[in-house]
């Protein structure tokens, strides 16, 4: 399973990588404007940090200004996913895309048919969010697995990407049900590296180190 960390703070993304966790990076026009910094700027140096895909999303919601602004994000680094909000508008852009040979990610997927017209019109990467799904009394595993089994059943190349994760429980799950990507926050990817155990284990190890005759 890939791990990408859902962040614009190119400081925090710099962590996540050295430390191994990051296999590519989604960004979001949240995320962007926290960074208070241009957006063409942002990716570029994500792009210089990580090695693999990055997904920059669009601002327009017709096709038209949709492949405007994705042909100049795809243009700063082969690394660029176009992130297309999903919509009519936004499916013709992608498939339009798709024909160029850019990558999508279709963004703010909330149903399994969503998921399967984003797979029909051929997109890399499709996010269905669990986390928002959640917090409104949904459940958002279920809709992964449900696009999981769509891609299976036509044998939809498209990638499911788990996005809007929220906590481990979000992982674990993903990471059981086989799902190609996940989407995490740094300070969720942080705390995967710890349980209550290993802390009090490394302090007794620790603790009898000292004792060792030398
Ligand atoms: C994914 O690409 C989105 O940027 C992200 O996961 C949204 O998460 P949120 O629901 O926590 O804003």
Redesign the pocket.
Known sequence: MNF?I?SADIEEIKIANERGWVDGV???P??VAKSGRPHHEVIKDICSVVDGYV?A?VLSMDTDGMLKEGRELAKIHDNVVV?IPMCEDGLVAVKKFAAEGIKT?V??VFSPLQALLVGKAGATLC?P?V??LD?IHHDGMELISQCMQIYENYDISTQV?V????HPMHILESALMGADVV???FKVLKGLTKHPLTDKGIAQFLKDGEKIVQ
């Not at 996005?163 to 929220?166: E, H, K, P, T, V």
């Open positions: 990408y859902d989604t960004t979001n949240t995320l997904s999303e992130k990610n963004t703010l996010s969010f986390g928002r917090d990407l996005a809007s994760i929220r989407t995490v926050p």
